[in-house]
């Protein structure tokens, strides 16, 4: 995949600085893992809102990038705990690296290298699963901006059947790993609304809604089995 042009665009912002806020957490970018969007700041902290009052919580960051979101979750609700979980590497050192930084207990995470749920425990039932998974369409390269393009990983932005790719697998599993009054947080495109629903519908979920992001654009789905 490539877009025709001589000159590499500039480094972004966040990558100069090295950091960024994200619900009040310092999440460090040195290893140039994806940078946190404020449309998923959005919706991280209304699934926290709603998670905060439950007694105990395990909770599965899922396409964890930077670690930003389960970060947010381990600092602000005080019993819970996180598995954070990315297929690449650098992501894992830049998750362990930002947990340090937030001076989270060892003992209230866990943080695994794997495809979607292949290395995770088979057994273990999540009350709470949270996911902005890769979903822009390869077709669709030439919407995406050159600073994004040039510097983020590619692994983190795109997925193959327009997008869908990395949502069908993980919704096809999903279920098996959440208890009983588990819910889910997903992130997606607006165009993608219809493929989701469908998808939710043909993995026989029991309930979910879409909800716009703070620009009112329709930006994740909260899902219960
Ligand atoms: C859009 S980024 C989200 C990062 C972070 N959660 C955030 O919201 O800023 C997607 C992440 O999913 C990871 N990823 C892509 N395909 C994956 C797969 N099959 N299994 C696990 N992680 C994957 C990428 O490496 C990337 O870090």
Known sequence: MEKKKEVKSDLPKE????????????IDL??????PR??????????????????ALAVLDLFSGSGC???????????????????????VRQ?????????IDKKRYRVYCSDIFEKLPEEKLYDAI??????????????????????????????KKNGMAAIEKFLAQAKKHLGKSGVM???????????????????????????CDQFEQKRFVRIEI
């Not at 404020?38 to 007694?55: C, Q, V």
């Not at 165009?191 to 989701?196: I, N, R, Y």
């Not at 629903?197 to 309930?207: C, G, P, T, V």
């Open 15 to 26: 990558y100069k600085k090295g950091s960024v806020k994200f619900l009040g957490c310092k």
């Open 30 to 35: 040195s290893l140039r893992t994806f940078i």
């Open 38 to 55: 404020p449309e998923t700041g959005f919706w991280a902290e209304a699934a926290i809102n709603e998670l905060k009052s439950r007694p």
């Open 69 to 91: 979101v389960g970060i947010a979750v381990l600092k602000k609700i005080k019993n819970s705990s996180v598995d954070f979980c990315d297929i690449e590497l650098r992501a």
């Open 95 to 103: 998750i362990k690296k930002n947990l340090k930084i937030n001076k």
């Open 130 to 159: 949270l996911a902005n998974p890769p979903y822009v369409d390869p077709d669709r390269v030439s919407e995406v901006q050159a600073t994004v393009f040039d510097h983020e990983p590619h692994v983190a932005l795109f997925s």
């Open 185 to 211: 947080y997903m992130e997606f495109d607006g165009a993608q609304a219809g493929l989701v629903e469908a998808i939710l519908k043909k993995e026989k979920y029991s309930s979910w809604r879409i909800f």
